[in-house]
């Protein structure tokens, strides 16, 4: 079964999942998650990071890396493109102006496209800063893992939620993430991604918050239960207000229902709603999958990123596109790829020489076929032989006198073809002098026209109905202002029934299965129909019905 391994790395903190199965079903079968050292030692970092996944025995081949949303800057955007490809190609400097805080040539910019109609697309563009992607691609690199691709926090909340089947159609959510200094907040309107957005403050604080020093430059001292607890709750105090500012600016087509939360402190946030949207955990993990030992909302956005690199990720964000590596395999892959070309090269040498002699013989063969079928048709006085063509027109003798020049470079088949074509076009020209041109149309048939409706009055009486054919008539009309030639049949009916109601019934059976058939072109009732003295039964006087015989099928008329 595959096995894949979802990372979330912070500016503090990581947290992992690892999962085994397939894109729909799949079970979670180890968790980790742990602080970074704060004093930049990329090799501490990497030795706490490689532990966790020797601990968690998690498959360093097949990472998704996600980092925190707080790197990246997001933007609406229309461009007039609707392949994806060709928006890739021009994208990063067309949106260049966009991002003023930002040197796009040191920039990833990747896109999700929110809208499509024609050939114009809204795109969420974001970019991030290449040295932020490097330096996390380096750091799980010197943990002995090399991720398969990087995105943002919001990408991989959404995949989850997308994952666990929490996103509703006909409603609009919001999902939350609260990191170290920055809280993800993501607008899911029917179920589809419609903005990201990144607010510069966290379950610790500010970005620009750092713990104050001790005397003499000493690690600041530990920071007790009772004043975490109270800087919870400041910060959920602060989050809440900017959730409020996105709840009340967010443009959705469906009515805002929940606020999905998770992260760090994510039960901080529960309680009072937000604007009369209910507060909820952001619950991914069920029955099926298993839950981490520890606190399941923190793991969301790693299960997400796992969760994608099992193929079931709804968004597939790229960060890699520009960083994406593999070391050696170039040079493991240059010596099976040139032995493959030159296998190629000399097979593609041996299959041309065997088609070139194919081709000489078969040309030889047409050689002979063509002067044989030349001296076949045309008479030669010399030796006194009498052609089948007794008299050939001069055209078709000049174009046989033209095979014998050298400087003829039509194929033997095109020369024979060109032979066939002017015998063809002279037999053709002769049949229509004679008056035997097959083009000529014949006009249609009254007789055929008339058997085909009293055809369908036939299969009517099969089916219970009681028709009197009193007078019938059939007349051929030609075509005029672009319509076609037809037959036009008169009847004048009787229907038999119990009562008027019923023979009224078997009278619009038979226009239904009239109009039914692909010779029917009209059909005229306009006359009143009467009802019989006795009332069992109608009249019906002049039904017009127009059949065109050419859509008749054959044997049917």
């Not at 040191?106 to 697309?121: K, R, Y």
């Not at 901080?268 to 709603?273: F, I």
Request: net charge negative; with cysteine.
């Amino acid at each position: 079964m595959a096995r894949t391994c979802g990372i979330r790395i912070g500016p503090k903190r990581f947290e992992l999942v690892v999962l085994e199965g397939g894109a729909k079903k799949h079970k979670v079968v180890a968790t980790a998650r742990g602080e970074l050292p704060r004093d930049c030692d990329e090799s501490a970092a990497a030795k706490v990071l490689r532990d966790a996944l020797a601990a968690a025995k998690a498959p360093v081949d097949d990472v998704m890396v996600a980092i925190d949303i707080g790197l990246g800057a997001f933007r609406t955007h229309k461009v007039q493109l609707s392949d994806r490809a060709k928006i890739e190609e021009t994208l990063k400097y067309d949106v260049e102006g966009e991002f003023p805080h930002l040197a796009i040539d040191d920039a990833v910019v990747d896109f999700e496209q929110l809208d499509n109609a024609g050939d114009t697309s809204q795109l969420l563009v974001s970019a991030v800063k290449k040295e932020d992607v490097r330096r996390v691609v380096d750091l799980l690199a010197k943990a002995g893992a090399e991720p398969m691709e990087v995105e943002l926090e919001g990408s991989a909340m959404y995949n989850a939620a997308n994952a666990a089947g929490l996103l509703v159609a006909d409603k609009a959510q919001v999902l939350v993430h609260v990191g170290e200094h920055s809280t993800c907040v993501v607008i899911v309107d029917g179920g589809k991604l419609r903005e990201v957005r990144a607010i510069p403050f966290g379950a610790h604080g500010a970005a620009t918050a750092a713990p104050a020093a001790g005397a003499e430059g000493e690690p600041a001292p530990a920071v007790g239960a009772d004043e975490q607890q109270r800087r919870l709750v400041v910060a959920a105090t602060r989050i809440r207000r900017e959730l409020a500012r996105s709840v009340a600016a967010a443009r959705t087509a469906n009515p805002l229902d929940d606020v999905l939360v998770c992260g760090l402190g994510a039960k901080s946030l529960l309680g009072e709603p937000i604007l009369d949207c209910e507060v909820k955990l952001l619950e991914v993990f069920g029955a099926e999958t298993g839950a981490p030992d520890s606190d399941p909302a923190e793991h969301v956005v790693a299960y997400g990123a796992a969760v994608r690199q099992l193929g079931g990720g709804a968004i597939k964000a790229s960060l890699r596109r520009e960083e994406l590596r593999y070391s050696g395999t170039w040079e493991r892959l240059e010596l099976p790829l040139m032995v493959l070309s030159l296998l190629v090269v000399l097979g593609m040498g041996v299959w041309y020489r065997g088609l070139l002699d194919d081709t000489h013989a078969l040309k030889a063969d047409l050689v002979f076929w063509r002067d044989s079928a030349r001296n076949l048709l045309v008479p030669e006085a010399k030796s006194g032989r009498v052609g089948n063509l007794a008299k050939p027109s001069p055209d078709f003798l000049k174009l046989v006198e033209g095979f014998k020049s050298p400087a003829n470079e039509a194929l033997p088949n095109e020369q024979i073809d060109a032979m066939q074509r002017m015998i063809m076009a002279e037999v053709a020209k002769m049949k229509k002098d004679l008056g035997r041109d097959a083009e000529m149309v014949q006009p249609q048939s009254a007789l055929t026209g008339m058997a085909a409706v009293l055809g369908v009055l036939q299969a009517e009486s099969g089916r219970g109905t009681r028709p009197s054919l009193r007078k019938l008539n059939a007349t051929y009309q030609q075509g005029k202002q672009g319509k076609g030639d037809f037959i036009r049949v008169t009847m004048d009916l009787t229907f038999f029934a119990d009562d008027v109601v019923l023979a009224t019934e078997h009278f619009e059976a038979l226009k239904r299965t009239l109009r039914e058939q692909p010779w029917f072109l009209a059909l005229d009732d306009k006359n009143p129909t009467k009802p019989l003295e006795t009332s069992q039964g109608m009249s019906i006087t002049g039904l017009v019905v127009d059949v065109d015989c050419t859509k008749i099928p054959a044997g049917n008329s």
